[in-house]
């Protein structure tokens, strides 16, 4: 029987893995193997993906990847038990209760506090410096340790892939100086996503002195297979048990002590959230770091009569070699080599000796699979869980409590097969709607506010250029644009509330069938509604994509995604020329937006990239309530990058942008004629004469010079258009923007959507395209240029068109 033909809430026991490669190195890193218990939780409101249960749990996969799973009910594994000499255990033992060794200790701050008393490490100078790493599963709380530790506030959310790269910071503590780096959350060390390369990449070039490995205490099981994974690397290393709380919760007891001791790790348990358990933490860093930790030793573990001979042998084989790298142990590579880790292969081909290495290595792993009927990487994924079940069957005792079934029941209303759409489409609807709306009023005082600035300073000064720089060029300009920094915070909010809560990985599992046949994976769905937010960091986010050609792709149609740099745009126009419909004319950008990335999507599928066989492995965590403080500081950050913005590019450009209109200046005669004269001053200016040579171009689609010098200002940053448009457009007569656009005449409701639909579509600011060479190449963010910029024209030039009919 196949996993695929389980009901909803019926259980199975895993029996054998198929495929190869990718396929089954992930799937066995999250806990599918042999004797597993496994439940089919939730159909997707299309039927797939299916969300699983197992060793705690939640995790999606699609139909055509459960077949690749042969699963027995547990009465049938009975019976096949009775009947053969030599039964094989397939049930949970390690779940049997074991009190007898647990006893209680002081807990970890009391420990802390008690030795703090007694350091005499106090001193008024640093004495040693402490490089640390944090290394642990997505949603274990590396980034909350981080934050606690380093006194920091990055973005922490409940979804896997919010930390794409290496983020540091430092603190004092006891007389050392601690520098902390976290890096992306990884199941494995393997060479089968980007951040797997990456973290492994990171700790071959830069070994710390220490790593903190963040396992979820109450889900020990399956974070610790990557604790194996680093074992296999003999660093000095410290388990932090974090959500100790959640562990304790449930009713379940971790004799943590004894399994320190038998896995040769010091561990200890820690909630981040909360502070506690930290003093403990660094305190027993700081003694793995002066080499007087009791507990700490290295361990091999045994992967079993078939696979550890040849491991030893190529061990020795390797060792014996003067040029092998000597950041990893010899028997790490011997390792790798057996499970043909290409990223490994490449590395070691300029040694001397690869050549055979190889050949020994190739012979072994055919020599263990006939001898295990199973490829070397599942023989030593089967023995890292058989090493951590056999740790944790005399150390730990599960509770009672379930506590996922508030997650189970949350997810049968908003993953339901008749109300998952509707709810999430209703969901991203209010999301637009505030953003406009709630917005507005806001906007409206910051808007007077900054009217009230300039006429203070009209007012006070005499004319001439610094008048007309600071009025017309830097309050006219940044002005312009900062009034829609309450919009761009209540998007962000909305999106910090999905991402905090677990509802972005819900939205993903929803969305996984329709994503599929735009071509896109399943996670591509999350860096795309992260660019909502902003394209850059929603780029750098497709490092979880493990598909090179899925991740290239959601690169690519990220741009699509109106980023928030836009809405001062979007509102502008939508406000202006549709005040009827605005809130109807902002959605239909985004939708828009949509739609050509899908089309693009499936283009890009069926020309460029035409095969895709990634599984959509997704892991589901569990719901919990945002908390007003992470979304606060959450908002508060995306803030102080918006008014960096401000005080940056965006006043740099537009101070570039009112040099270049003022001059060459003429001089005004007489005050009746002052706005036929700024009119002239503008068209025989340097930037006039920029526009009036880009003018033909951008004729066909309704806009004039000024409109084409805003869209060029767009390429440093989209806020910038509005920017340009407010000096271009700046008027002495106490009148709005909004209301000297109209004035002008230079736009109709049909350039004004063709100039919106331009803005959309049109290649992204510098910053993304930096982000996008910097993932995917020089090349593609060449085509991003030119695709993006010709789609654009074509799109606009025929709505334009179109709309002329009418």
Request: aromatic share 10%; proline share 4%; charged share 20%.
């Amino acid at each position: 029987m196949k996993l695929s033909d389980l009901h909803t809430g019926e259980s199975a026991i895993i029996v054998k893995v198929h495929g190869h490669g990718g396929f089954r190195k992930r799937i066995t890193e999250m806990g599918f193997v042999r004797g597993r218990i496994v439940s089919s939780v939730l159909n997707s409101p299309l039927k797939d993906p299916v969300k699983y249960s197992i060793m705690g749990y939640e995790v999606s996969l699609r139909h055509s990847e459960a077949e690749m799973i042969d699963v027995l009910y547990e009465s049938e594994i009975n019976e096949q038990i009775a009947l053969t000499d030599k039964p094989e255990v397939y049930s949970n033992d390690y779940h049997d209760e074991i009190n007898d060794e647990y006893r209680n200790t002081d807990s970890p701050d009391k420990q802390a506090k008690h030795r703090h008393q007694q350091s005499d490490h106090h001193t008024a100078y640093l004495k040693n410096i402490i490089n640390v790493v944090l290394v642990g599963n997505p949603n274990s709380g590396k980034t909350s340790l981080f934050n606690a530790l380093a006194g920091r506030s990055e973005h922490v959310g409940n979804y896997g892939g919010v930390t794409v790269d290496a983020k540091t910071g430092h603190f004092n503590y006891n007389g050392y100086h601690f520098n902390i780096t976290d890096l992306p959350g990884t199941y494995s060390l393997s060479a089968y996503s980007p951040e797997e390369k990456f973290v492994r990449r990171h700790l071959f070039e830069k070994m710390p002195d220490v790593i903190i490995n963040s396992v979820v205490a109450s889900n020990i099981e399956r974070n610790l297979y990557l604790t194996t994974e680093l074992i296999d690397l003999n660093p000095r290393m410290v388990v932090a048990l974090n959500m100790y709380d959640e562990l304790q919760a449930s009713g379940a007891k971790l004799n943590h002590e004894k399994l320190s001791g038998m896995i040769g790790i010091p561990m200890i348990p820690t909630v981040a959230k909360s502070k506690i358990g930290l003093n403990t933490l660094l305190d027993t860093v700081i003694d793995i770091f002066e080499g007087r930790n009791q507990v700490a030793r290295h361990i091999h573990i045994n992967y079993g009569t078939a696979t550890e001979p040849e491991i030893s042998v190529l061990n020795d084989m390797i060792r014996e070699s003067d040029d092998v790298p000597q950041q990893f142990p010899a028997r790490y590579w011997a390792i790798k080599l057996l499970e043909q880790d290409s990223e490994v292969n490449d590395l070691l081909s300029k040694c001397t000796d690869y050549d055979k290495w190889k050949r020994f290595a190739d012979k072994a792993a055919e020599k263990i699979k006939l001898q295990t009927n199973v490829d070397v990487e599942t023989a030593i994924s089967d023995a890292k869980y058989g090493f951590v079940t056999g740790a944790l069957q005399e150390t730990y005792t599960p509770g009672t409590k379930d506590l996922n079934k508030k997650t189970r029941d949350i997810d049968k209303l908003v993953a339901n097969k008749w109300l998952g759409f509707p709810i999430f489409i209703f969901f991203m609807w209010i999301m637009f709607m505030a953003t406009f709306f709630l917005g507005a009023y806001p906007q409206d005082w910051i808007d007077a506010g900054v009217g009230m600035l300039g006429d203070f300073i009209s007012s006070y000064m005499s004319d001439g250029p610094l008048k007309d720089l600071l009025v017309d060029g830097i309050i006219g300009g940044v002005g312009s644009v900062i009034v829609f920094l309450p919009n761009i915070l209540i998007l962000y909010l909305f999106i910090s509330l999905m991402e905090d809560s677990g509802y972005m990985a819900r939205a993903a599992f929803i969305m996984d069938k329709i994503m599929h046949k735009m071509g896109l994976h399943g996670k591509s769905f999350i860096p795309l509604i992260m660019g909502f937010g902003c394209n850059v960091p929603a780029i750098m986010a497709t490092r979880t994509i493990e598909s090179y050609s899925s991740r290239l792709i959601t690169i690519l149609i990220n741009p699509f995604m109106s980023c928030s740099a836009r809405i001062p745009v979007f509102i502008l126009f939508c406000g202006t020329f549709f005040p009827k419909h605005a809130g109807t004319a902002m959605i239909s950008m985004y939708l828009a937006g949509i739609l050509v990335a899908i089309l693009t999507a499936k283009l890009f599928r069926k020309t460029i990239f035409k095969v895709d066989e990634t599984p959509f492995v997704m892991e589901l965590p569990p719901y919990r309530v945002p908390t007003l403080h992470a979304t606060l500081r959450h908002m508060w950050d995306k803030a102080k990058q918006y008014l960096k913005k401000m005080g940056g590019i965006i006043l740099v450009a537009s101070i570039i942008i009112w040099f270049l209109s003022y001059y060459p200046h003429k001089a005004n005669t007489l005050n009746e004629t002052a706005q036929t004269e700024q009119t002239t001053q503008f068209e025989q200016s340097f930037l006039g004469r920029i526009g009036k040579f880009c003018e033909p171009a951008m004729k066909p689609l309704g806009l004039n010079w000024k409109a084409t010098v805003a869209l060029l200002s767009g390429t440093a940053a989209k806020e910038i258009v509005v920017s340009t448009l407010g000096i271009l457009y700046h008027d002495n007569n106490e009148e709005t923007l909004s209301e000297t656009l109209i004035k002008s005449g230079d736009f109709t409701q049909r350039s004004a959507l063709s100039f919106m639909v331009f803005i959309l579509l049109y290649f992204p600011c510098i910053a993304t395209l930096a982000a996008i060479k910097n993932e995917a190449g020089r090349k593609w963010a060449l085509f991003t240029i030119v695709y993006n910029t010709a789609l654009a024209w074509l799109a606009a030039f025929v709505l334009y068109t179109i709309t002329g009919l009418f």
